[in-house]
């Protein structure tokens, strides 16, 4: 590697930032084929029911429908949208349309016209009866033994506990035990992009499905198990995305709409509204948790009992996976011998949960960091301090026997953070006696880099250096926005020496795209995909090299490639282009300027952070306004510093939004209220604080240049660090999530303010 770096560190403009400016970039939405028509869905507007009867006559005779489709035209293959990868063990509970609702935006039927605004008026036309059931809302009351049951079983899914060390033993010797039971809500990820999918059919009844996802190859894998077909048949292309945050990391509207071409033989568009995705696509979980943590006299954490109850919804899904990945996360933050983490989960009446950006991090961090900075309340300790006692050191294992927890750099972000933010002096001011009160919080986050030790983690990539010179890599990357591409681009400049407008990076396509494992998600793509990239521009740099000194008849070491050019050390005039070189390469050795390999993650270490707070709370009116917001982020090597900075802006709004505004609520008929922007409301520029981000940039020495994730682990502290900024600010413990002004003044009476 050369002392200094050209690509990597630099803050390179992302690849297709001329075609957004522009308006050029074709998301899904702006595609047509020829002859296509367009889908709309119905999805139930109660929350617990069997379908008793389906009216599409009025529909069907709408000029311009084509059909209408229920459960009753649809397979009855059962599948489960989180499974991506052949051999993965899930409980297959959904299907493409059902005949038994089980929540407000559950899947009824699909209209097909031949324009939209037909097929929404159809919609509209149908009739349902149905056959009313109690809706559970509540998980708690879902675990009762009396509970409706949402499916054939009971409600509950699964139990399971993780632990290290003796939890009992060590509770009986603290001199202070300190609980809380926190509840987070369920979260939508308001996407710009709304969910769409366009899927085709070809004469040979092959299907090709245009999908802003987030994994190619589980969307081909769901697809065909839904249709009952082979999923050779099957080709999935990523469109450009506006937007994700793991809403579109499970395929929701891919089966539907690839059975719908299928069964018309024609092309099919479908999109979702607004109020559409919120309540029929994914949600965050909501997770209820109780802490318990025992310390000792000096602040050192003796044991710690985690309990929390998770809600899957409607469906299974992820429900165990992001639960279980909550659990392991809660162990690598902090150094606490024994500790146990008991997890439930149920079924609701309420829609689905599923990946959303942090993976369960958001919860688990919420529940034990607002819990940490009220045993610090407790013991009259700094919260700064109290965690720097107890935080985790670098390369320190994993208590559950996991992967190495890499070069943990916490402590790092804790003590730079709390200078940077003038802790102390915010932290012991005096109060404010005023109307208006200031108070400041801190919380820490941990999270992980891809699935090393968990499930199969790996990537094959193909790099070739053509004979004009263009470098291309193939490989299933897909890009949320976020520059993953042009993140790949930086590592295989760097390492090849050569101009990174020369180098090509697609979106995935099964058809094209060598296989991946797992696409984008568990915040592996840097770590992982980026440590592949970097691996095939090595190999296809010595292959180069080895080439060259044929060509030349000189030994590999003489051989310099630097600038897009290959020389000679002792020999100037010895010179070609990457191109020159590729063409030498093809014609006289009948090979190619590339490489494909198959790279295997070398492990999960994980990435940390911390953010510090400053909050101003309305006494009058529980109104919040977050003042300034520090995010620091022990990232390994910031690959793209802009990118990183961007990252870390964005999670920290919707960090904002889960402390202060955003949940999705519902009646006592399970039905959902906060159907648009009007009503569920995300943190817009005119509230979002001054934010300033920090990074510890200490090499992970098994990432490329060093480099870790942060585009999810960026999302986690902003929560507890506001909460506990406002508890305080007034003096009083918010358990309950978001903060809303009703929450504050409800807790602020209690307390007698």
Known sequence: MRESLKYVGASVPIHDAEQKVTGKLRYLDDMVLPDMLHGKLLLSNVAHGNIKRIDAAKAKALPGVVAVFTHMDAPVNRYNSHKWIDGMEVVKDERIFTEKVRFYGDRVAAVVAVDRQTAERAVGLIEVEYEMLPAVIDPVEALRPNAERIHENVN?????????????????????????????????????????????????????????????????????????????????????????????????????????????????????????????????????????????????????????????????????????????????????????????????????GGAARGYGSPQIHAITEINLENTARQLGMDPVEFRLKNLVHP????????????????????????????????????????????????????????????????????????????????????????????????????????????????????????????????SRVTYVCGGAAMQAAQKVREKMRRYAARYFSCDVEAVVMENGRVRISDKPSATLSYGELAAIIQKTYSDEAGETITYQSPGNPTSYGANFAEVEVDTVTGRVKVLELLAVHDVGKAINKGFVEGQVQGAVQMGLGMALSEEITFDTQGRVQTMNFGKYHVINAPDMPEIKVLLVEELEESGPYGAKSVGEVATVATAPAVINAINHAVGINIDKLPATPERIMEKMKVRGR
């Open 156 to 352: 509950l899914l699964y139990r399971k506990t993780l632990e290290c060390g003796n939890v009992e033993t060590a509770m009986q010797a603290a001199c202070r035990i300190v609980e809380d039971r926190v509840e987070t809500p369920k979260i939508h990820h308001a996407a710009m992009e709304t969910h769409a999918c366009l899927a085709d059919v070809d004469p040979a009844g092959n299907l090709t499905v245009w999908t802003p996802c987030q994994v190619i190859f589980q969307a081909q894998l769901i697809i065909a198990e839904a249709l009952g077909i082979p999923g050779s048949k099957v080709r999935v292309i990523k469109s450009a995305i506006g937007g994700s945050f793991g809403g579109k990391g499970q395929p929701v509207l891919e089966p539907v709409c690839a059975f719908l071409a299928q069964k018309l033989n024609r092309p099919v568009k479908l999109v979702m509204d607004r109020g559409q995705a919120i309540a029929g696509t994914r949600t965050r979980t909501k997770t209820i948790g109780t802490v318990r943590t025992a310390v000792d006299h000096n602040g050192m954490i003796m044991a710690r009992d985690i309990d929390v109850l998770v809600d899957a919804g409607g469906y299974f899904t992820n429900g165990d996976a992001v639960a279980m990945a909550m659990g392991k996360k809660a162990f690598k933050l902090y150094r606490i011998e024994n500790q146990r983490y008991t997890a439930a989960g149920v079924y609701t009446n309420t829609p689905i």
């Open 395 to 522: 390369y320190d294992k994993d208590p559950l026997g996991g992967p190495e927890l890499g070069n943990a750099r916490i402590l790092d972000c804790v003590r730079q953070g709390a200078a940077a933010f003038n802790w102390k002096e915010r932290y012991f001011r005096p109060k404010d006696q005023g109307r208006y009160v200031r108070g400041v919080g801190m919380a820490c986050c941990a999270h992980g880099n891809g699935y090393y030790g968990a499930y199969p983690d790996f990537i094959t990539l193909s790099l070739r250096i053509a004979a004009d010179g263009f470098a291309i890599l193939k490989g299933a990357f897909h890009d949320l926005g976020c520059g993953t591409n042009t993140t790949m681009m930086q590592i295989v400049a760097e390492t090849l020496d050569m101009d990174i407008s020369k180098i090509y990076v697609p979106e995935a396509d099964t058809l094209v795209s060598p296989f991946d494992s797992a696409g984008t998600q568990a």
